[in-house]
C-alpha cells in the first residue's frame, strides 16, 4: 500500500487563524480523500480531491471554510479557515488504491483549536 | 436509518475468547466492505476486506458477508489485549461516478487478561 505522509502532525492554533494541511503520498494515486475526526466519534468525508479538476465537497462542508488543492498526484492540501474551537478534531487524508474502493489512510493531523 | 450501522459498544471479551463485531449497511448495491481497526490516538488500519458472501479468513481474522441480510461481521480468534481498539466498518456508497466510503460508528473492543 501506499505511504502517506501528513503535515503537521499536530497544531494548537488561535480562534480566527487559519492552518494549512499538507498530504504526500510516495506513489501518484488518482483519488485522495480528507476527513475529519471529531473527538470520540467516527470518521466524517469532507471532500474528495482529484488531481485536475475541483474538489467535490460533501454536505455541510464548504470550499470558503476547507479549500483544498491538489496540483499533482502525490499531493494534497486542506486548509482550515476562520478557526473556531469547534474545528478542533484529528484531520485525516486518505488515497484510494488497489481494488474495489480500498482506501489507505495518512496519520492525521490533530488540530487544537484555542 | 443509518447508512451504515455499528453497535458502539464497549465489547469487552477476555484474552483467547472469540471477539464477534456486527455491522449492517443499507444500500443493497454495495459490492464491498471493508474493516479498519484505530488505536487510541492513530489512524485507521485496514485489516479486512470482502467482496462475495460467506467468509474469509486471514490469519486470526474472520470476516463474513451475508448480502441478503445487508450484514457483515468480523470475527477475532483468540483474542489478545493487543487487539483492543476501535474497529470501524465502511461501505463505498455510489455517488457521481465514484464510491466514497461511509463509515459506521465504530464498535470499541477491550480484550482483558
Known amino acids: 500500500s501506499a505511504v502517506i505522509s501528513q503535515k503537521p502532525s499536530r497544531d494548537i492554533c488561535q480562534r480566527g487563524t487559519s492552518l494549512t494541511i499538507q498530504c504526500q503520498v510516495d506513489?501518484?494515486?488518482?483519488?485522495m480523500f480528507w476527513y475529519r475526526q471529531q473527538p470520540g466519534q467516527s470518521l466524517t468525508l469532507i471532500a474528495t480531491?482529484?488531481?485536475?479538476?475541483?474538489?467535490?465537497?460533501e454536505s455541510g462542508f464548504v470550499i470558503d471554510k476547507f479549500p483544498i488543492s491538489r496540483p499533482n498526484l502525490t499531493f494534497s492540501t486542506l486548509t482550515v479557515s476562520n478557526m473556531s474551537p469547534e474545528d478542533s478534531s484529528i484531520y485525516l487524508c486518505?488515497?484510494?488504491?488497489?481494488?474495489?474502493?480500498?482506501?489507505?489512510f495518512g496519520p492525521g493531523t490533530r488540530l487544537t483549536v484555542l | 436509518q443509518k447508512e451504515v450501522e455499528q453497535n458502539s459498544g464497549p465489547l469487552s471479551v477476555p484474552e483467547g475468547a472469540i471477539a464477534s463485531l456486527n455491522c449492517t449497511y443499507s444500500?443493497?448495491?454495495?459490492?464491498?466492505f471493508f474493516w479498519y481497526r484505530q488505536y487510541s490516538g492513530k489512524s485507521p488500519e485496514l485489516i479486512m476486506f470482502?467482496?462475495?458472501?460467506g467468509d474469509k479468513e486471514d490469519g486470526r481474522f474472520t470476516a463474513q458477508l451475508n448480502k441478503a441480510s445487508q450484514y457483515v461481521s468480523l470475527l477475532i480468534r483468540d483474542s489478545q489485549p493487543s487487539d483492543s481498539a476501535t474497529y470501524l466498518c465502511?461501505?463505498?456508497?455510489?455517488?457521481?461516478?465514484?464510491?466514497?466510503?461511509?463509515f459506521g460508528a465504530g464498535t470499541r473492543l477491550a480484550v482483558h487478561p
Open positions: 470482502i467482496y462475495s458472501n
Open positions: 480531491a482529484n488531481q485536475g479538476s475541483e474538489a467535490t465537497y
Open positions: 444500500d443493497r448495491g454495495s459490492q464491498s
Open positions: 465502511a461501505v463505498p456508497l455510489g455517488s457521481g461516478g465514484y464510491n466514497k466510503l461511509i
Open positions: 486518505s488515497v484510494r488504491q488497489g481494488a474495489k474502493d480500498t482506501q489507505y
Open positions: 506513489s501518484q494515486v488518482t483519488m
